[in-house]
């Protein structure tokens, strides 16, 4: 064979195998492989085909703070659904009155974790825009942690399009005041109703909007006793978010697992030590990983700690992607490159870090804040850390404050809110409807 006829194979990857479909490597692959596949034999995901049907029975919005919004189960009044089918690919998406599904009970989903979502806000700004914040990284997520289990795929820019429309249609009515915002629950799931275990070979997308309290306000205190996740220092008098680090015996996620993947799979079974922290007065469980008890992430939200490190230097550490351990989450990105561009006195670095160099910069005096990082929490700053025994204590829970956390905060909520003009916060066109 002329050495002209040898296709040139590149080396393969020391840690990841290409050809595996589970890595985020093989993720990326699937999505190239669907996405260079220029004849599709079925339909793709199609905004433009999007068809509306106004309710007939408007609800009321419900106060800021009062007991509905608490309860963070009240929708507005429409949804946005897309059915996809392996016969005929993407039917035309909808936006429809909210209501029930009708998914049989052999639904894959229903057995066997088949969904994936996404978690955002809109935000009615200071000059009356409403915004999205960053919202191409969630249509790219949402596309990889469908593509990791075997849910159909799509063109992001397409299942953007419909979010907009759909926050476009409803943000009138359900964020009418600058400073308003609304949770947006972009979802998929697998609706076949067959309980062989393979890929679904029917899927349903789905978009809902939920009022939410601002867990990170001060002012939120719960009125409803049976508030879901509600943050509760404030009525402890405690100020900023208490964690209890998990026991050996519990992992979130491992490397080569599916926890940089936003799946329901995640969560389901985090609930147990989720309430154990709670009945103990902790709000969040910090999740640790291996016998060196490295810090992983906080519940829903990334972490982050502000010290002086071993060389007297001030830097902002937060666990790294790498292996596939933490979620990918869109705060975490925009907290790192606003530091690197703003900051120049702060070190940036994502590595691993453990629990006992946390110990040992709170006995030397170096450690200096702690805070978790996420849509849902946005920025909280953490008073103290249970761990095995021992409390990791931070400035913020022996009265002090946390000023560094307060700053990116209050710089991301100027984004959001059109204070800043930044291409992170990107428009969105209103239909006035109501
Ligand atoms: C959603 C999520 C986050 C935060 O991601 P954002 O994009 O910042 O909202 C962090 N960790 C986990 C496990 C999550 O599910």
Redesign the pocket.
């Given at each position: 064979m002329a050495p002209t006829a040898v296709t040139p194979v590149s080396p393969p990857s020391p840690t990841l195998d290409s050809t595996s479909k589970l890595t985020k490597a093989g993720t990326e692959n699937t999505i190239a492989k669907t996405v260079s596949n220029t004849a599709p034999a079925v339909a793709e995901l199609d905004a433009s085909k999007c068809t509306i049907t106004p309710t007939l029975n408007p609800k009321r919005v419900p106060a800021p703070n009062s007991p509905e919004v608490w309860s963070q189960g009240y929708t507005s009044d429409h949804m946005l659904t897309a059915r996809w089918t392996e016969k005929s690919g993407w039917e035309s998406p909808e936006i429809r009155p909210y209501g029930p599904l009708s998914i049989m009970p052999t639904a894959s989903v229903l057995h066997y974790a088949t969904e994936c979502f996404?978690?955002?806000k809109a935000y009615r700004g200071d000059d009356g825009k409403v915004r999205l914040f960053r919202p191409d990284?969630?249509a790219k997520?949402f596309l990889q942690s469908a593509t990791r289990i075997a849910l159909p795929g799509f063109a992001p820019e397409e299942f953007l399009k419909l979010l907009k429309r759909f926050v476009g249609f409803e943000a009138s009515k359900w964020i009418s005041e600058p400073g308003h915002f609304i949770y947006i629950r972009p979802t998929m799931i697998a609706t076949a109703p067959a309980l062989g275990v393979q890929k679904p070979r029917e899927a349903l997308l789905y978009i809902m909007m939920v009022m939410f309290p601002a867990l990170d306000e001060p002012t939120a205190v719960p009125t409803s006793p049976s508030s879901g996740t509600q943050m509760g220092q404030e009525a402890k008098g405690a100020k900023g978010m208490r964690l209890l680090a998990s026991n050996h015996d519990m992992i979130?996620?491992w490397p080569g697992g599916f926890?940089s993947a936003?799946v329901g799979a995640?969560?389901g079974p985090s609930l147990v030590a989720q309430g154990e922290a709670r009945e103990r007065g902790y709000n969040q469980i910090l999740w640790l990983f291996g016998e060196e008890c490295y810090v992983t992430?906080?519940?829903?939200?990334?972490f982050f700690v502000l010290w002086i490190n071993e060389s007297g230097k001030k830097e902002l550490v937060t666990a790294p992607l790498g292996d596939g351990v933490?979620?990918?989450?869109?705060?975490?990105?925009?907290v790192l490159d606003l530091v690197r561009r703003s900051r120049p006195d702060v070190e940036v670095v994502e590595r691993k870090f453990t629990m006992e160099e946390l110990i040992k910069a709170e006995k030397e005096g170096r450690l200096l804040e702690g805070f978790g990082?996420?849509?849902?929490f946005f920025i909280a700053p953490v008073a103290d850390i249970h761990f095995r025994g021992t409390d990791v204590v931070f400035p913020l829970g022996k009265g002090g404050d946390a000023e560094f956390a307060m700053g990116i905060k209050k710089d991301l909520k100027d984004v959001m809110y059109g204070r800043a003009s930044h291409e992170w916060g990107v428009v969105v066109p209103e239909e006035k409807v109501y």
């Open positions: 996404e978690g955002m990284r969630n997520r979130r996620a926890g936003k995640n969560y992430e906080a519940g829903g939200s990334n933490i979620l990918e989450g869109v705060t975490r990105a925009s990082a996420g849509t849902a």
